[in-house]
């Protein structure tokens, strides 16, 4: 994760002083009366805390005065810098500060005060700029001309530091006030404290938005006579930080689980998830503590663990000590070393005897992909002996599920089931693209019906023409793109998209798979796909 420091906070006076515009492509043309001709083309360099900086549009020597372009310092310097072509004004953010200013204006707004520029901008090139004298009056930099060398120096203190995840962040070292903004276009907002001391590298985790939760996480990494990780991970509600939960590891942290899913008939219900290394809070959609989970207590073990899976019934963690993943099964109340169930031979000494980097096993969590009732995890497993290897996947069946899947019907071949598909037996069809999902096709729905007899007519085509092929269990490359046929006798098949005009029959998990080349069939295949 990327990070940078920002400069100290801004002065209310040195705010009225001047102001800012942004470096954006527009067009130059009858409509922008105030573009000059191009400044002679001057070699200017520009330092950043005596660091040089290689900006992606040059600065400008223009009538003996430097400008500089905005977007490209605004973002050196931290801030988020947005154009709305429509209102032809730019937008500097940060915290405690937001300037716009509408192009071909004398004045700009900031912090919703009208301020006189202190001198004119210059468009160039399609490109505006900004005079020197802006960045020190206005953003409260140090910045100096030196004419010998034509060098811009430019020196911020370092308050903020600035973060990087599914948001941007502003964490200030004094107060430790936090600010994010979800992207360029939207405000800086005041979340909060992140009230703790950090001293290491310092990364970001999360920030996307799960219903109405927000899992942000904090990772500061030092050495302490061996690698050491404080995480700080913070619950985010209406944008205010509504919990904080603070753990500790040595040797090995892996990002714990913040999120998981279960199935209702009426839809997904999402729950969120933090730990401190011994219990585990679970919160639902109102940020409600709905269930908490006492690790120590759970696997007999006085340890710190890392969460790597909650499920409905179960929890996949990794006790720091013996670094060993274990499944905790609640449904019979017992813990399970999975190393002792998925490895063998020398993966399994390795994993129970190794000591380097840190102790235990490689494996980790992968899906659930028995849910829901059926009681089958997979786990990604890279082996320490294969070397530029893929992660292979490993499935394990809980014990606690074993009458659960004995009355599961009975495992038809890919021929079997494309014999017998038909608007009576299928179920449903469901599509995607990745993270794009598709309308259904339902089979009770008539007007349905005529795209499920093409899939069937697919499948029928692929497994009658196709080529078999037996793929490694390992994980794709790529997102799923294709489709899932639900049969009403239970079970399900998949039909995927493998490169130019071949489908398949089967899973890029691995196992049999069938694939057919032809056009024609892909052509109907991407025609049943209906924007929801």
Known sequence: MRFKLQWNSFLPAALLAATAAIVFALPVSA?????????????????????????????????????LPVRDIGE????????????????????????????????????????????????????????LRFFS???????????????????????????????TIWWDRTSHELYTAKDEQSDVLNIGKLDVEMQGTISAEGGLQQGGNTVLTFVDRYNNQKPHYEVHSLLIRDNKIVSQKDAAYDLRYERNTSYYQIY?????????VLTDGKIVWVYNDEGKIVSTYDLP?????????????????????????????????????????????????????????????????TLSFAGDTGYPGYGILDFAYLSPFQKNARSERLTYERPSYAEERKALPKERSFQEM??????????????????????????????????????????????AEGTEVTLPRTFPETFFHGMSVEFAAGDS????????????????????????????????????????
């Open 76 to 131: 050196l310097l931290g801030t988020l810098v947005s154009w709305n072509d429509q209102a032809k004004t730019a937008t500097m953010r940060y915290p405690k500060l937001t300037v716009k200013l509408p192009f071909g204006s004398t004045s700009a707004n900031v912090n919703g005060q009208t301020v006189a520029l202190s001198s004119p901008l210059r468009m160039v090139d399609g490109r505006v700029y900004a005079p």
């Open 418 to 463: 494309a014999a017998s598909c038909s608007v009576d037996t299928v179920k449903s069809v469901h599509m995607q693209d990745g993270d794009i999902t598709y309308k259904p096709l339902i089979a009770a729905n008539k007007q349905d019906q005529e795209g499920i007899r093409t899939v069937c007519r697919i499948l029928k085509k692929i497994t």
């Open 31 to 67: 409509d922008n009366p105030a573009a000059p001709k191009a400044a002679a083309k001057t070699v200017i360099n520009i330092t950043m805390n005596g660091k040089a900086s290689n900006l992606k549009t040059p600065p400008i020597l223009d009538q003996g005065s430097v400008y």
């Open 297 to 361: 207590a759970l696997t007999k073990q006085n340890d710190v663990f890392g969460v790597q899976a909650v499920g409905t019934d179960y929890l996949v963690v990794r006790p720091g000590r013996t670094g060993m993943l274990t499944l905790v099964d609640l449904k019979d109340n017992t813990t399970t070393i999975l190393a002792d169930k998925l490895l063998t031979g020398k993966d399994l000494a390795y994993a129970r005897e190794n000591q380097m980097p840190y102790p235990g096993d």
């Open 264 to 272: 209702d008939p009426k839809g997904w219900i999402e729950y969120t």
């Open 493 to 532: 098949v998949s039909i995927y998209r493998s490169g130019g005009n071949k489908l398949a029959v089967g899973s890029e998990l691995g196992g049999k798979n069938i694939y057919l080349d032809n056009a024609q069939m892909v052509k109907e295949f991407e025609h049943l796909k209906v924007s929801k």
């Open 137 to 167: 009056e206005a953003a409260g930099v140090d910045v100096k001309w030196e004419k010998a060398t034509q060098t811009v120096h430019m020196v911020k203190s370092d308050d903020y530091l600035n973060l990087y995840s599914w948001l």
